[in-house]
């Protein structure tokens, strides 16, 4: 239907010969407009998005606060985090000292120095404090695992003196 739309309206903005000597009336004519016509329609981003059903627009603070609480609750996360940021830094390090020196000469290029600088202190610190974190997880989970085996194989108040006098002498 919507191919028959559109050629009413190419009918009606063309005269026919000027449509057809636009187009050649040869097989190979339609054919290739056949498919321009297809291709236009199919990449089309505002027949995509004319199309398609009303969509929530991404929230940037809402990703990352979710984002954020993934990286934090989850350990294998929260260590993969670590290395990748330590990585990067490192990165960082040897790329300021080696080849980016020229660029990040204080005297010279003193902001670029500067954001260069606060970027490597800030994902070092980054990962210190998922470091801290995960310590302290760690530590509260072993606690909890001691708390628990202690719970279960713990005796009775009662089970610490023997049922009889008899058990405890040597006959």
């Known amino acids: 239907m919507f191919l028959l739309l559109r050629e009413k309206r190419i009918s009606k903005v063309y005269p026919p010969r000027a449509r057809d000597t ?84 204080p005297r010279e290029h003193l902001g670029w120095a500067l954001t260069f600088w606060i970027v490597c202190v800030w994902l070092t610190l980054t990962s210190m404090l998922l470091a801290l974190l995960d310590l ?11 708390r628990s085996l202690r719970q279960r194989y713990e005796r009775p108040a009662g089970a610490d003196q023997p049922a009889n006098d008899l058990d405890d002498r040597k006959v």
């Open 22 to 105: 636009c187009f050649a009336a040869s097989k190979a004519g339609s054919l290739t407009r056949f498919l321009l016509r297809q291709f236009r329609r199919s990449a089309s981003v505002n027949s995509v998005a004319e199309d398609a059903p009303y969509e929530k627009t991404l929230r940037s603070v809402s990703f990352v606060v979710h984002a954020t609480r993934g990286v934090i609750r989850d350990q294998t996360a929260r260590r993969k985090a670590m290395m990748v940021l330590l990585g990067i830094a490192l990165f960082l390090l040897l790329a300021g000292s080696t080849f980016l020196a020229p660029f990040l000469n």
């Open 136 to 146: 302290l997880k760690v530590r509260a989970a072993g606690r909890a695992a001691e």
